[in-house]
Structure formats: structure tokens, C-alpha cells
């Protein structure tokens, strides 16, 4: 449970923080708290104090909900449009890749082919009692699904601030896109908690 | 030391259903019908195996109790299946999404004039070159999918609605139709099998005995409530299996043959059905096995302080439910604030957001229809929001 939290929480630490906070502050820009220890001591302390910063001025700005495309009927499949909200935060074609492979992610999960036929046969003939020891092929999907959107997060969308929600935690209705405000280069951890209650506004 | 009791998802669900087994069983809140159903099969199987089964395995053959066993215990899964599973519910929008489609439908609508009703929220979606309407659900706040409904006995909306089957005690939707069709075409089976054998019953004893059949028939009492009981379950359950046949031929539900969706002239032909009936039949009956979308026995992580928002449930869930990325991402959750906090249809009471005291009762016992708007004259004429899905 600690782990992906520490493994999430480095890689967006790694991805807003600046190399300059390793070296000594000198700047009236930079950070500054008066109680900076010399980068030599005290690594290890600016590290944590950064992370803690991240955590309260990583605020959510906004969110964005990505729609079902419903022209081909019924199958889950998600709106390639781009909202305008994502404009300058990523690139098209990145986005639209991954929306385009989590539907075909879903279509994958939801053909009706021999396989499908085959575990609904057989299934059946056992009056299901299967499925309370099996997964099912749709939830092995959802579970690749899960681990592509953790891959995305951590590799593309954390990077630039933003945040995909499984879908399947929205009832499979919308993919969540948060977008959090990027505070790192502005922001200072005596008034960390000022800036975020500002940014709350 | 204390345990601490672990929360689930499932205690903090919205609508009216009922739970059991730390939220592995999901039904209805009503179930007198339902246990009525179970009394009536386990019953009637009860006294064919005393009473039918040792003589006719006996003077007919040993596979008769056999494939009576096999049967009942396949209705009984199939009841049980229906009864116990999540119908394919759609869970409500949490707070962020609910305005982020206020945002859209005001966006749409431009202003309205003081005094006059904002226009009924309907978005048309092209689905194989057919326009269908989705409408928006005041209860859950969302524009339900195609083939949604909202069951005002569940208070759910859910997901390819057929309807609301009092005998099992559930909804039947998308995750547990096959469910029923296979439940109700057994039973049929079963029914039927029960009914044969108690006649064949009867008339090997009259030919034994020589004596007439009504005689031997009112030897065996027993017997004679099966047969009344399988009489009478024949023509509803046989009935209900063949309809059922055509509307999976079809690929249509229930709700849409009652509303008539897609029948008459000047309707909308089905744009489901692949306009072949084994096909239809495959994707009904062989298709995917959906996921519940629910996550019933989920864990919710206690946060400290966070007080419930005034009116939701679901809001008090999202600030307790968070997944490990998102507490690696921010501590606290800044939620936008709905534009309309108490939004409700224009012509009809409040609905609470919150579980207790709502109550959706309509003519309509399956759909809560939020046509307020449109039911009585209106100032101004309605006009559809033709918010055109369209992506590029």
C-alpha cells in the first residue's frame, strides 16, 4: 500500500521538481523558508519538505469528463474529440492514442467471437457456478485496462499535471481527466498551505 | 485493542436496494414475492421426490428422479443467479461530473427567460444512422445510455433495462437477463416435467389398481396439488418464456415493447437488433458477462474531518473513497461546487439527493419519467437540446 503511494508520489515529484532545488537557494525566486540547510546535510530533509510541498500545492484545478460515443451502438467506447481544457497541457496525438487504445481495449472485452461463445457454453452448462471461480474475459480485460491507465499516468499525464480516472470507477460513463494546477515553480512551503487555499478559490 | 469496523462501499450506497452478506447479495427491498416463488418450487419438487419419484423410478426408470434433480437444482441456480446479482446498475454522478453537465446543458440552452421552463434535457445521439433520444435522470444526474431506464422501485438507473420482476426480486437488466430467460425457460421445462410425470403417475396406478383415473388421482393428494399447482404456474411461466423468446429475437427489452419504442411507422426502427434473429439470440444469450461497475465490497478509506456535503451520500462516499494515485497526488480533494445544489426537474417537488425520503413513485412503476416539463402546457414550447455527439 506505502510503496505505489512512495513510487506514485516520486514520480510526480520527479517530474515537478526543478534539479534547481538541489542546489544552495540563492534567488529571491526560490524557494526560500530561512531555515534551508546546506544542500550537503540535508538532501534527504529538502526532498521530504518538496514532497509535502507538492502534496499541497498540487491543487485540482478542474476536471474534465470524456463522453461515450455511442454511434456504433451499446459497445463501450469513448468520444475522440479533444476538449479544449487539455489544450496546452498535451499533445493531441497522445491523447488521442490513448483514448483510441482503451477502445480497443473495450471492444476487445465486449467481441462476440468463438471464445465468448465457448465460456458462455460452458458456463451455462455448469449453471455459472464456474464464474465464482473464474474470471470472466471482460474482467481480465478491465485488469489490462487498469494497468495501461497506471502506465499512462505515471509515464505521459502525471508529468504534465493531469490525472486519468479509470472509467470503470465512473460506471463506465466518462473517462475523469483532472487537471491539477502546477504550482511548483511559484510556490513557497511556509505558504503552502495559503497558496492552495488561494488556488481552492 | 479495538477493531475498527471496516467500512464498505456498498453500506453507503444510494437508492433502495437491500444487501446481505457484507454486500455480495444485492435485491430489492421487497422480497415477500420472491420468497413466495422459492416456497412455491422448492414445495412443489419437495413432494414430487417423496411422493412421485419412488414409485416411478421404480415401475418407469431411475433416470426420471435423476433429471428432476438436475433440473431443480438448475432452476434454483438460475433463480438464485437473477435474484442475488447486480442488475447492470449505472452509479450517480459524483458532484463533479453532475456540474460539469449542468455546465454543458446551460451552455446549450443559452439563457432562458424569467417565468418561462428551461427546456426538457434531452440529448439525441445518432446510433446506426438512427436518432435516439437520451434522457436525463433527475435522480442520478447523468444523461442515462441507450437502453437505460430508471427503476423507481430500485431507485436505480440500470443499464439495458428490461424490468422490474417482483418473483425474484430484483431488476432484470443487462448483467442478469440471461439469468432470467434461462431461470424462466427451466422452470418452464420443469414445470412441464413435474406436470407429465404426475399424470403418468396417476395413470400407471388407475391401470394397476383397475380402477378409474379420477379415483387413483384422489388417492394421491399430493399429487394432486402438483398438478393444480403446475397447472396453473404452466400457462404464465411457459407464457412468459415464449415472449421473452420473441423479444431476445428481437433484441428488444421489455420497457422498450411496452413503450412501443420501436414499433409504428413513424418510429425509429430498433437500431440494436442486427436484423437477424440468431444473431440477435448470440449477442443476447452468448455475449460478454459484464462487470458489476458498483465495486459493492470495496473498502472505504476513513478520512478524518470530512464532514458529509449537505445533501449527498455519494458526496460524503467520494470524499471518503480515494485511490492510491490520487492520495499520492493531493491530500485534499478540491471539489467545484455545483452551479445548482438542489437541482431538481422544474415541475416537480425537490427530490432529496440523499437516500432517505425520496420517493419517484409515478404512474410509470418502472421509469421515473421526468417529463415534468413536458406534462402540462407549457408557456413556451419546448424545444430539444440537439446536442449533436460528434467527435472529430
Known amino acids: 500500500m506505502v510503496k505505489p503511494l512512495v513510487t506514485a508520489a516520486s514520480t510526480l515529484a520527479s517530474a515537478f521538481l526543478p534539479l534547481s532545488?538541489?542546489?544552495?537557494?540563492?534567488?529571491?525566486?526560490?524557494?526560500?523558508?530561512?531555515?534551508?540547510?546546506?544542500?550537503?546535510?540535508?538532501?534527504?530533509?529538502?526532498?521530504?519538505?518538496?514532497?509535502?510541498?507538492?502534496?499541497?500545492?498540487?491543487?485540482?484545478?478542474?476536471?474534465?469528463?470524456?463522453?461515450?460515443?455511442?454511434?456504433?451502438?451499446?459497445?463501450?467506447?469513448?468520444?475522440?474529440?479533444f476538449p479544449e481544457e487539455l489544450d496546452n497541457r498535451i499533445e493531441r496525438a497522445l491523447f488521442e492514442d490513448t483514448i483510441k487504445t482503451l477502445n480497443n481495449y473495450?471492444?476487445?472485452?465486449?467481441?462476440?467471437?468463438?471464445?465468448?461463445?465457448?465460456?458462455?457454453?460452458?458456463?451455462?452448462?455448469?449453471?455459472?457456478?464456474?464464474?465464482?471461480?473464474?474470471?470472466?474475459?471482460?474482467?481480465?480485460?478491465l485488469r489490462k485496462i487498469s494497468m495501461y491507465i497506471q502506465e499512462q499516468n505515471e509515464k505521459i499525464y502525471a508529468p504534465r499535471g493531469l490525472l486519468i480516472t479509470d472509467p470503470v470507477e465512473r460506471g463506465m460513463r466518462v473517462i475523469e481527466i483532472s487537471i491539477f494546477d502546477d504550482r511548483i515553480s511559484s510556490g513557497s512551503s511556509s505558504s503552502g498551505s495559503s497558496v492552495s487555499s488561494g488556488s481552492a478559490r | 485493542m479495538i477493531a475498527k469496523k471496516v467500512t464498505r462501499k456498498w453500506e453507503k450506497l444510494p437508492g433502495k436496494n437491500s444487501f446481505?452478506?457484507?454486500?455480495?447479495?444485492?435485491?430489492?427491498?421487497?422480497?415477500?414475492?420472491?420468497?413466495?416463488?422459492?416456497?412455491?418450487?422448492?414445495?412443489?419438487?419437495?413432494?414430487?421426490?417423496?411422493?412421485?419419484?419412488?414409485?416411478?423410478?421404480?415401475?418407469?426408470?431411475a433416470a426420471v428422479p435423476v433429471c428432476a434433480v438436475i433440473l431443480f437444482l438448475f432452476v434454483m441456480a438460475m433463480l438464485l443467479r437473477t435474484s442475488f446479482s447486480d442488475p447492470g446498475v449505472l452509479p450517480r454522478a459524483l458532484p463533479e461530473e453532475a456540474s460539469f453537465i449542468e455546465m454543458e446543458i446551460e451552455a446549450a440552452n443559452g439563457s432562458v427567460p424569467a417565468g418561462q421552463r428551461p427546456p426538457p434535457r434531452i440529448r439525441n445521439v445518432q446510433i446506426n444512422n438512427q436518432i435516439v433520444k437520451l434522457k436525463y435522470c433527475y435522480t442520478c444526474k447523468i444523461f442515462r445510455p441507450p437502453r437505460a431506464s430508471h427503476c423507481s422501485i430500485c431507485d436505480n438507473c440500470v443499464d439495458r433495462f428490461d424490468h422490474h420482476c417482483p418473483w425474484v426480486g430484483n431488476c432484470v437488466g443487462k448483467r442478469n437477463y440471461r439469468y432470467f430467460y434461462l431461470f424462466t425457460l427451466s422452470l418452464s421445462l420443469l414445470t412441464i416435467y413435474i406436470f407429465t410425470f404426475d399424470i403418468v403417475h396417476v395413470t400407471l396406478r388407475s391401470v394397476f389398481y383397475g380402477s378409474v383415473w379420477c379415483v387413483a388421482a384422489l388417492t394421491l393428494p399430493s399429487t394432486v396439488v402438483e398438478v393444480l399447482v403446475c397447472f396453473f404456474t404452466l400457462w404464465s411461466v411457459?407464457?412468459?418464456?415464449?415472449?421473452?423468446?420473441?423479444?431476445?429475437?428481437?433484441?428488444?427489452?421489455?420497457?422498450?415493447?411496452?413503450?412501443?419504442?420501436?414499433?409504428?411507422?413513424?418510429?425509429?426502427?430498433?437500431?440494436?437488433?442486427?436484423?437477424?434473429?440468431?444473431?440477435?439470440?448470440?449477442?443476447?444469450l452468448c455475449g460478454p458477462t459484464y462487470p458489476s461497475v458498483l465495486d459493492r465490497r470495496g473498502v472505504m478509506l476513513e478520512s478524518s474531518g470530512s464532514t458529509p456535503c449537505k445533501t449527498s451520500d455519494v458526496t460524503a462516499a467520494t470524499a471518503n473513497t480515494v485511490t492510491p494515485n490520487e492520495v499520492a497526488f493531493f491530500s485534499l480533494q478540491k471539489t467545484t461546487s455545483p452551479l445548482i445544489p438542489n437541482e431538481h426537474s422544474p415541475d416537480e417537488a425537490p427530490p432529496s439527493i440523499a437516500t432517505t425520503g425520496h420517493d419517484t413513485a409515478t404512474s410509470i412503476p418502472e421509469e421515473e419519467d421526468a417529463t415534468g416539463p413536458n406534462g402540462s402546457a407549457p408557456k413556451a414550447p419546448p424545444t430539444t437540446i440537439l446536442v449533436k455527439e460528434s467527435s472529430h
Open chain 1, 21 to 81: 532545488l538541489c542546489r544552495c537557494p540563492t534567488g529571491k525566486d526560490d524557494f526560500s523558508t530561512g531555515i534551508d540547510p546546506p544542500p550537503s546535510l540535508g538532501n534527504m530533509a529538502t526532498e521530504f519538505h518538496n514532497l509535502q510541498d507538492l502534496r499541497h500545492t498540487a491543487t485540482l484545478a478542474t476536471k474534465v469528463f470524456i463522453q461515450r460515443d455511442y454511434r456504433d451502438g451499446t459497445v463501450c467506447k469513448f468520444q475522440t474529440k
Open chain 2, 20 to 61: 446481505c452478506c457484507d454486500g455480495r447479495v444485492m435485491m430489492a427491498r421487497q422480497k415477500g414475492v420472491f420468497y413466495l416463488t422459492l416456497f412455491l418450487i422448492t414445495g412443489t419438487c419437495a413432494l414430487f421426490f417423496a411422493f412421485e419419484c419412488p414409485y416411478l423410478a421404480v415401475h418407469l426408470s
Open chain 1, 106 to 141: 473495450y471492444a476487445e472485452a465486449e467481441k462476440i467471437s468463438g471464445q465468448s461463445y465457448l465460456e458462455g457454453c460452458l458456463a451455462c452448462a455448469s449453471a455459472y457456478i464456474i464464474f465464482l471461480c473464474m474470471e470472466t474475459r471482460y474482467e481480465k480485460v
Open chain 2, 238 to 284: 411457459v407464457g412468459l418464456t415464449g415472449f421473452h423468446t420473441y423479444l431476445i429475437s428481437l433484441n428488444q427489452t421489455t420497457n422498450e415493447d411496452i413503450k412501443g419504442s420501436w414499433s409504428g411507422k413513424n418510429r425509429v426502427q430498433n437500431p440494436y437488433s442486427h436484423k437477424n434473429i440468431v444473431k440477435n439470440c448470440c449477442e443476447v
